[in-house]
């Protein structure tokens, strides 16, 4: 009988958008693999999929009925290993999982940001610093994606067996590249974009956390400095009405184009000139990786996954979000400045291979790795005993 391995998060998505690489290698290896989160997309290199109600919301109701259900899921199966991720996906997971560990499964999970950290409102320290702390002690390793996570994992002594960075869930360097320049003006052309528009991206959803109207007004300041600057906003969301309404407030309906949902993202990238983010939060976003692997600069409002990513001066500027002028005017800078767009492009392009997917992969395969040797030596050593 092949060994289990079971993987979890919030919706199926997650594993869709991040994991697939990984799921292959446990395929790969000859491992059984199961999936548990709320959803219906079909994946692929699964064995097995769970559709259970897991909530984002720590309050919700249905979060019980989700925790009963991985509760019976782990203890019918005989998992190896069990990785969680997201941070309801976490929190239900290792609760379920505890009687599990005690027969030796390992239990690892993945922290993509913790919610408190600098910057973060009180009230997420009060609430999530004080879960993630009690479970760490149901973790046989805890994964963190930025330095920022790992350093104060350490320092406040989260009592998981092992603590471990990785740089994110990585970045496939053969979809995002750079195009030459004909094909540039050949895609902008077949898009709708002039050869000499100087062209902005962000992709996320609309939220507060993703705060794209500080992007609105920081356009609206350079309208007359960059009049050839468009802003590509891609995604949708609960706020994206009321930033087409901000737009057309400061009169700069002509300089945004809201895109909407796109899976073509590869695409539209390396048409663009500058990648620009705004996130109040972010664990180590993929999408300015994604920009760094199409040779963008980046202009980013500073927290830990920004200023993991962004080396002010070196591969873009990241901007204090109390400052729009100064953002304003990094923008302006690029906008004027062919070479200093070459320059720190160049520098994306070599600063992102430490986050491509292959380097990330081999960071994931050496701790799994790790504990599947683990795991056989206290196979052994069981087996050992009884024969004494």
């Known amino acids: 009988m092949p060994n289990k391995v079971l993987f979890c998060a919030t919706v199926d998505y997650h594993f869709k958008a991040f ?35 897991i909530q984002r919301s720590p309050f919700h109701i249905k979060n019980l009925a989700a925790y009963r259900e991985l509760k019976l899921i782990i203890n019918e199966n005989d998992y190896k290993i069990i ?48 879960i993630e702390k009690v479970l760490a002690r149901y973790t046989d390793c805890l994964i963190t994606i930025n330095e920022e996570d790992y350093n104060l994992a350490t320092s406040h002594r989260f009592m998981a067996r092992e603590i471990e960075h990785v740089h994110g869930v990585g970045v496939d360097t053969e ?15 077949i898009l709708g974009y002039k050869d000499d528009d100087f062209l902005l991206f962000y992709a996320a959803e609309f939220n507060q956390n993703k705060n794209q109207q500080f992007l ?18 891609a995604g949708e969301g ?60 980046v202009v980013a409002t500073e ?35 062919n070479e200093l767009c070459e320059t720190l492009g160049n520098s994306s392009l070599r600063m992102v291979k430490q986050f491509d ?12 790795s790790r504990y599947m040797l683990r795991d056989m030596d206290e196979t ?3 087996y050992n005993r009884a024969y004494i």
């Open 19 to 53: 994991h697939l690489p990984i799921l292959k290698w446990f395929k790969e290896k000859g491992w059984e693999v199961h999936i548990a989160a709320s959803g219906e997309i079909e994946l692929p290199y699964v064995d097995r999929k769970y559709n259970i109600p």
């Open 83 to 130: 990785h969680c991720h997201t941070p309801m996906g976490g929190v239900l997971t290792r609760l379920a999982a505890k009687q599990s560990r005690k027969n030796g499964t390992k239990v690892l999970y993945t922290a993509h940001g913790f919610h408190f950290c600098k910057g973060a409102p009180i009230m997420n320290w009060l609430l999530y610093y004080s």
């Open 175 to 189: 979809r995002f590249k750079p195009i030459d320049e004909e094909f540039k003006r050949e895609r902008r052309e």
């Open 216 to 233: 609105i007004k920081a356009i609206a300041l350079i309208k007359d400095r960059v009049p050839n600057a468009k802003l590509l906003l």
């Open 238 to 297: 609960i706020l994206l009405e009321e930033c087409k309404k901000l737009a057309s407030e400061l009169d700069i309906e002509s300089m945004i184009d809201f895109l909407g949902y796109r899976n073509d993202i590869k695409t539209i990238l390396p048409i663009c000139d500058v990648a620009v983010a705004s996130s109040l939060r972010e664990g180590l976003p993929v999408n300015i990786m994604e920009a760094m692997a199409c040779g963008l600069p």
């Open 303 to 337: 927290n830990r996954g920004h200023s993991e990513l962004v080396k002010s001066q070196e591969n873009g500027f990241i901007v204090d979000t109390a400052n729009i002028e100064l953002f304003s005017n990094r923008i302006v800078d690029l906008g004027t400045s």
């Open 357 to 368: 997917l292959i380097s990330v992969s081999k960071e994931l395969h050496s701790i799994y």
């Open 380 to 382: 052994k050593d069981k």
